[in-house]
């Protein structure tokens, strides 16, 4: 375990140096840290000597290792747009994005657990197919249209709840959050939806599929021979093991996930993240849009890691020779 | 082989024929695609030529609405277009980068599979460990990336006119690893099987070996994961044109007229959104149900994840 | 006096797309208590179909079609699924072939023991304990109070059979059904399981079903052998008999084949061909394309199933009926 621990954290580091260098290859090409700094109402000749000075005319491999070295003290750069270093900005967009992350991803197991084993358990029942035809029906409708139309029905048509915005916000230690007010929680209450929307389908189908997998087992057989009740080889002995594989893929769906805030945030007009990714690709705010790239990469690694140490961890059996 | 085939076939149009859902879905597809590439002719209006636009008419709802016109069969958009015949070009840009894309990632896809597979070794897990990592972050992250990648770098006005073959080159280059994972896992499997080896011991070389011997035997999961990938590019192409990365407003695509439609949304003028909607969510579902239909007819060994 | 268990008339069908598919034909049997009997074939002669209709857990499409099966009295082939389930791992309990596949690797020995006993009995986790405690030392296995914590993957194979044997054991059952118990295990091993096996049936009044398609394994453990054939019974005797006087042409076949019943160095006797599978059963007797005594009867008439009192045994062959031909 100790092993696969380490092996682990290397991988992790590795792709994270991969990440760093595509970010900071795409910053080479396209950003101007100058213009970041000063703006552009200033002479050639004096953009020049800051060049000099900030030591953009040196090599590409001896930037790259400052850029490295900065990065990894938490400097990734000036936005060029807030006048302020891009981390500081992220850090304080990441608690709107966080927290609907947070509710959706509540949503999704709450609701795709318990249909997903219905589904398994009842293959052939009509409620399983309507499940089943409802989910291909959901995977099929763009999560920004899903967005619209909830806005279109509860906000302008119903009045029912707000289409844009956080609402009223609780400051817990520097974290804005909007789950201890009411008007926050009914700001969330659309937006968590429309994000969860497109996953939710997505995984009762893999948990079915793995469950009906699971159930045709040997040790589930044996478990029916030993004359158990059928609830307790349900939950535990076949869900238990469905969980697993569901675990993993459920990290690697996090990448899915951050995807789909970009377009939610887009609609409801949430200040998170994927609202200031696009903000700075309107703007061209090269030194932000890099920032955040690499944000989004160690959350994913690091996430991605976790869930296989968990993984390591839930499953006894773990023996895991360095591949998935 | 020849008689293989013809055995499959036939087993295929013989589910076909049983499978009601797998005939609809088949007319629709091909309804959709008929009506949206005859565009310029069944068309009511060029939404393209700005001299038939004329602003007054702009937000005009449908025909069976009151305000609506009889010339405006769904009605007009924010520009004053006729949404019905905007929506047919808009559709046929869809499809063409959808079709287009794929095309692009399963070349790719193959021929990485393919020489990841065979050769093995270094080579295949630096490949592999690639395709894992760009996997990890989802194709429409890395779609959405490459899109604010390119506009950056070429600006707006470059990016808004070459949009079409950036488009096609973004989701081709973001989804390839669905098609290389899969490639070269029955290449692995194809691999082990005699015929390989008799081929390699009568001294074919390796290409051909691949290219005649190989890469037939994996079609099957190549043609079942390319029907699901159709929907998922035009579905990503939407989502790109939607957040401004994509199809300008003036030749729009699905997408970017559900993008105009949305801000009209809140002054009532609903179709905007909804027509457009309707039918890219229409294309996307059928085709995933065709594309369910032949996962379960071929029944590949795809890869899961 | 009652049979333990007595199989009348049994067809299992396998509901298919295409139409049914008969995997047991028409199968009977009688198992008195203590006994051991073998039910011998090859792979997809139905013989595990038959143990797994028994206790009502034939996989998916699988259907008892007709037949009665008669448990201690009770018809178990009709019976409802609450009372059936309440018999399995409680009266009857199966032996599965892969110990590796048999245990659920995420949960514990313990849970895996004590879970089978609190389904059939109202007792505390203690009580429970301490008799999984008792089963596995039964088995034989060192340290027992320790290794109820331990997950399956933490024991060897061999050892992992010995659990599910205790597991199988939990209840007293009246019978055990084992299918290839020792199929999957290396030869010292097999060996090591078959001794125990003998050593828990003779100590109690357990009946045993051996399902296997090794005769080897069979003529160390049972009493009696039944010879399946492509779903249908060939041979029935006791094992004493079958094994040194094989009568029905597949038993003899079996047994040529087997090393040992030749001399060292000479080639091993297979029966020629394959035995057919379920959707090409021939006409007639189903063993006659492979029968080196075929005659022009046997590809037009199936034979039935008798008692020949000089044989002391059932066979199902026309050879038998014609007594003239005298004996092969």
């Known amino acids: 375990m100790f092993a696969f ?136 409708i763009p999560v920004f249209l899903t967005a619209i139309m909830l806005i279109y029905i509860f906000s302008v048509e119903l009045h029912w709840l707000p289409s844009y915005g956080r609402g009223e916000l609780v400051n817990i230690g520097g974290w804005k959050s909007g789950l201890f007010t009411i008007s926050g929680i009914r700001h969330l209450i659309l937006p968590s939806i429309a994000l969860s929307s497109i996953m939710l389908p997505l995984f009762i189908r893999l948990i079915r599929s793995q469950m009906m997998e699971i159930l045709e087992t040997e040790y589930i057989k044996f478990a029916w021979a030993k004359g158990l009740h059928k609830r307790r080889i349900w939950f535990i002995h076949a869900f238990k093991n469905t969980l697993l594989p569901v675990i993993t893929v459920g990290g690697v769906q996090l990448g899915t996930m951050i995807a789909f805030t970009i377009l939610t945030e887009t609609v409801f007009q949430w200040q998170g993240l994927g609202f200031l990714f696009i903000e700075a690709v309107e703007r061209a705010d090269t030194t932000l849009l890099v920032a955040y790239l690499m944000v989004v990469g160690v959350i994913f690694v690091v996430v991605n890691t976790i869930v296989d140490l968990i993984y390591g961890l839930v499953n006894p059996t773990v023996r895991i020779q360095g591949t998935r | ?67 609506g016109s009889s010339e405006f069969i769904l009605g007009t958009d924010s520009q004053g277009r006729d949404l019905f015949s905007t929506l047919l070009f808009g559709m046929r840009i869809s499809i063409i980068i959808g079709c287009c894309a794929v ?158 439609g949305f801000e009209f949304i809140f002054s009532g003028s609903w179709w905007i959104t909804l027509f457009p909607g309707i039918f890219l969510v229409l294309l996307i579902l059928v085709i995933n149900l065709l594309g369910d239909w032949l996962r379960d007819v071929l029944n590949p060994k795809l890869y899961k994840g | ?39 011998v074939g090859e792979s997809g002669a139905g013989k595990s179909v038959t143990g797994f209709s028994i206790i009502g857990l034939i996989s998916r499409p699988g259907y008892i079609a007709s037949g009665r099966i008669l448990f201690e009295g009770t018809d178990l082939a009709h019976l409802n699924e609450e009372a059936l389930r309440n018999i399995r791992g409680n009266r009857i309990s199966m032996i599965f072939q892969d110990p590796m596949m048999t245990l659920n690797p995420v949960l514990t020995i313990g849970t895996q023991m004590t879970e089978t006993l609190q389904a059939h009995m109202d007792i505390t986790d203690e009580e429970a304990a301490a008799m999984a405690v008792d089963r596995l030392r039964m088995v034989h296995i060192p340290s027992p109070e320790k290794r109820l914590n ?147 009867i046997c590809t037009k008439q199936a034979p039935r199933l008798k008692y020949y009192k000089e044989h002391e045994r059932q066979i199902s062959c026309f050879l038998m009926e014609n007594q003239n031909k005298g004996s092969i």
């Open chain 3, 1 to 39: 006096m009652e049979h333990l268990l007595e199989l009348q008339n049994i067809v299992v069908r396998f509901a298919l797309r295409f139409g049914d598919l008969t995997a047991v034909d028409d199968v009977s049997f009688t198992l008195d208590r203590g006994d051991r009997m073998g039910l």
């Open chain 1, 5 to 140: 621990t380490i092996r682990r954290i290397a991988q992790g580091i590795l792709v994270m140096l991969i990440i760093s260098f595509l970010c900071f290859t795409i910053q080479h090409a396209i950003g101007d840290p100058v213009r970041d700094i000063v703006g552009i109402s200033v002479s050639a000749a004096e953009r020049e000597a800051l060049r000099e000075k900030m030591g953009l005319n040196d090599p590409f491999l001896s930037q790259y290792i400052r850029f490295l070295g900065k990065a990894v003290r938490g400097d990734v750069g000036m936005s060029f747009f807030f006048k302020k270093p891009a981390l500081e900005v992220i850090l304080f967009k990441a608690p709107a994005t966080l927290e609907l992350v947070f509710v959706s991803s509540v949503i999704i197991i709450f609701i795709s657990i318990p249909l997903g084993i219905y589904c398994a358990i009842n293959p052939k029942h009509i409620l399983s197919r309507i499940i089943m035809g409802m989910s291909i029906v959901g995977v099929s």
């Open chain 2, 103 to 260: 095309i692009l990632q399963a070349f790719l896809g193959v021929i990485i599979g393919l020489v990841s597979g065979y050769i093995g070794g270094r080579l295949d897990s630096f490949l592999m460990r690639m395709a894992d990592v760009q996997l990890s972050f989802s194709t429409m992250m890395v779609a959405i990336f490459l899109g604010a990648i390119f506009q950056a770098a070429f600006g707006v006005a470059m990016y808004e006119r070459f949009a079409v073959v950036l488009l096609v080159f973004i989701i081709g280059l973001a989804e390839w690893p669905q098609y290389a994972r899969t490639v070269r896992a029955s290449v692995l499997a194809e691999k082990q099987k005699e015929y390989v080896e008799a081929a390699r011991v009568i001294g074919l070389n390796s290409a051909r070996i691949m290219l005649r011997h190989i890469l037939p035997n994996t079609l099957s999961p190549v043609l079942v994961i390319s029907t699901v990938q159709v929907a998922n590019a035009i579905m990503s192409e939407a989502a790109l044109s939607f957040l401004g990365l994509g199809m300008p407003v003036t030749r729009p695509s699905l997408g970017s007229l559900i993008n105009s």
């Open chain 3, 150 to 296: 331990q997950y399956p993957h933490e024991f060897s194979g061999g050892m992992r059979q010995r659990i599910v044997i205790a597991i199988a054991l939990l209840m007293d059952p009246a019978l055990i059904i084992a299918d290839e118990p020792t199929t999957a295990l290396d030869v010292t091993i097999q060996a090591e399981i078959l001794d125990l096996l003998l050593e828990l049936c003779a100590t109690g009044k357990t009946g045993l079903i051996l399902i296997t398609h090794d005769l080897a394994v069979v003529s160390q453990v049972t009493d009696k052998i039944t010879v399946m054939y492509a779903g249908r019974i060939v041979e029935m005797g006791s094992t004493d008999t079958i094994i040194h006087d094989p009568r029905h042409p597949y038993t003899q076949g079996l047994i040529n084949a087997l090393p040992g019943s030749r001399h060292t160095g000479s080639r091993l006797n297979q029966i020629p061909g394959m035995m057919p599978n379920l959707l090409t059963i021939p006409p007639g007797c189903s063993f006659h394309p492979r029968c080196p005594f075929m005659m022009d």
């Open chain 2, 1 to 67: 082989m020849g008689t293989l085939a013809r055995i499959r076939q036939s087993y295929i149009l013989y589910s076909f024929v049983r499978d009601w859902v797998a005939i609809t879905c088949f007319i629709v597809v091909c309804i959709l695609i008929l009506i949206s590439f005859l565009s310029p002719f069944i068309a009511p209006h060029n939404p393209y030529e700005s001299a038939s636009i004329n602003v007054m008419n702009a937000e005009t709802p449908p025909m069976w609405m009151e305000g």
